[in-house]
């Protein structure tokens, strides 16, 4: 076969040769913990230190609100449940949007299931949160608002600085999922106005296990593992270090690269979305055509299912989702797409196309080439194609 394309970048991204260097003393010789008072743990310590304050530059936070986590999930769910647990006297309503990424939806699940109250407030047509809606949601008892920076799916940037302006004067945390933005795209944690960011590692070329929360001084949260004092009492559990240190050095890369990258990115999405939209007709651009992630395509090509668009793309060398990574084995129409008002049976036919630094012009020319004729011989054998053209629709 061929080379492989690889345009599945949402899901996770490999790890950058500078990145892998850094980290692999940690593994060796200063294998340390961290946390030991004897000479075996100052290397560790120095690396985890250091790694804290490149995040902390990164998101234009200070290095004591940073804390690492093993996973976005988890940061996520420490966000979630741990201003719950620590506010539970105060309020026990949540706000949320229909757009979530699983990781913010299951845990408010979990809480409802426990008495909290969760409003989920509505998306238009390209996946946009109105700040309004969420100003109109909040209540007396409301303790944290929750909005992804941008969707894993759709790419749509949302108005986390309108919102952040709204929750501050009413005296609400907020907190928001970056994990699709840190280290991506210009992220700063006082601009924005939020009190709690989720941000990791493997989004930006850095490695799998690894991530962190951005907790603003004086926001209230309980920690959501028992344990040791590790991350000042806020996480317990021994540091992955060579992990962190491997965060540390892909936030200052991302940091110097990042304007660059995203030139790049931004004329391959735009060239690909418009080869696509082309030639394939009743193909549609999913999110917003000018707020989204440099490297986010999302299509949707009707009459035909997402997954078996995948498989064929698989067996001609493309690698690409038909939504988000961690669901991309349910087999439904993403919640996403329904939640902007996509009809199922256009949802089901969704395809995301996530472009990374290592993608180039011929491997956009290549997925033009080889996806036309893979929708044209799905429709072919599709009822619901054939249906609408005795109908007279297409």
Same mark, same amino acid.
């Given at each position: 076969m061929a080379e492989r394309i690889y345009m599945d970048y949402a899901s996770t991204t490999p790890v950058l040769p500078e990145v892998i260097e850094v980290m692999l003393p940690y593994m060796k010789e200063e294998f340390g913990n961290p946390q030991s008072l004897h000479?075996?743990?100052?290397?560790?310590?120095?690396?985890?230190?250091?790694?804290?304050? $490149?995040?902390? /530059?990164?998101? #234009?936070? %200070?290095?004591?609100?940073?804390?690492?986590?093993?996973? +976005?999930?988890?940061?996520?769910?420490?966000?979630?449940?741990?201003?719950?647990?620590?506010?539970?006297?105060?309020?026990?309503?949540?706000?949320?949007?229909?757009?979530?990424?699983?990781?913010?939806?299951?845990?408010? $699940?979990?809480? /409802?299931?426990? #008495?909290? %109250?969760?409003?989920?407030?509505?998306?238009?047509?390209? +996946?946009?949160?109105?700040?309004?809606?969420?100003?109109?949601?909040?209540?007396?008892?409301?303790?944290?608002?929750?909005?992804?920076?941008?969707?894993?799916?759709?790419?749509?940037?949302?108005p986390i600085k309108e919102i952040a302006a709204i929750t501050k004067e009413k005296g609400v945390f907020l907190h928001t999922d970056a994990i699709q933005t840190a280290g991506i795209i210009p992220v700063n944690v006082k601009e924005l106005?939020?009190?709690?960011?989720?941000?990791?590692?493997?989004?930006?070329?850095?490695?799998?296990?690894?991530?962190?929360?951005?907790?603003?001084?004086?926001?209230?949260?309980?920690?959501?593992?028992?344990?040791?004092?590790q991350e000042n009492g806020r996480r317990a559990g021994t540091e992955n270090v060579p992990g962190i240190a491997g965060m540390g050095k892909a936030c200052e890369i991302a940091i110097k690269e990042m304007e660059k990258r995203n030139q790049k990115l931004c004329a391959l999405r735009d060239s690909l979305i418009k080869g696509l939209t082309t030639k394939?007709?009743?193909?549609?651009?999913?999110?917003?055509?000018?707020?989204?992630?440099?490297?986010?395509?999302?299509?949707?090509?009707?009459?035909?299912?997402?997954?078996?668009?995948?498989?064929?793309?698989?067996?001609?060398?493309?690698?690409?989702?038909?939504?988000?990574?961690?669901?991309?084995?349910a087999l439904k129409a993403s919640h996403v797409l329904t939640a902007m008002g996509i009809p199922p049976e256009i949802a089901q036919g969704s395809m995301l196309f996530s472009l990374g630094i290592y993608n180039k012009e011929e491997d956009v020319a290549k997925v033009c080439e080889v996806l036309p004729p893979i929708v044209d011989r799905l429709r072919q054998m599709s009822p619901l194609y054939e249906e609408a053209k005795k109908e007279g629709k297409i």
């Open positions: 000479a075996f743990g100052d290397a560790p310590k120095n690396a985890v230190d250091g790694a804290r304050a $490149k995040v902390a /530059e990164m998101i #234009g936070a %200070e290095s004591v609100e940073i804390y690492f986590t093993a996973t +976005g999930t988890e940061s996520n769910n420490m966000a979630i449940k741990g201003v719950a647990a620590a506010l539970q006297k105060k309020g026990k309503h949540l706000i949320s949007t229909e757009i979530e990424h699983h990781s913010v939806m299951h845990p408010l $699940k979990t809480l /409802e299931k426990q #008495g909290f %109250e969760i409003t989920y407030v509505p998306v238009d047509r390209y +996946g946009l949160v109105n700040p309004d809606d969420v100003k109109s949601a909040i209540r007396q008892d409301t303790i944290l608002v929750s909005v992804t920076h941008a969707s894993n799916e759709i790419g749509t940037i949302e106005g939020v009190d709690f960011l989720s941000l990791s590692a493997q989004q930006f070329y850095g490695p799998k296990g690894v991530a962190a929360i951005y907790i603003r001084k004086g926001a209230r949260i309980m920690p959501i593992l028992d344990g040791g004092i394939i007709p009743h193909c549609y651009l999913n999110g917003h055509p000018e707020k989204r992630l440099p490297g986010n395509a999302n299509l949707s090509m009707e009459y035909i299912e997402g997954e078996s668009i995948l498989l064929l793309l698989n067996m001609n060398g493309v690698a690409a989702s038909s939504g988000s990574a961690c669901t991309s084995r």
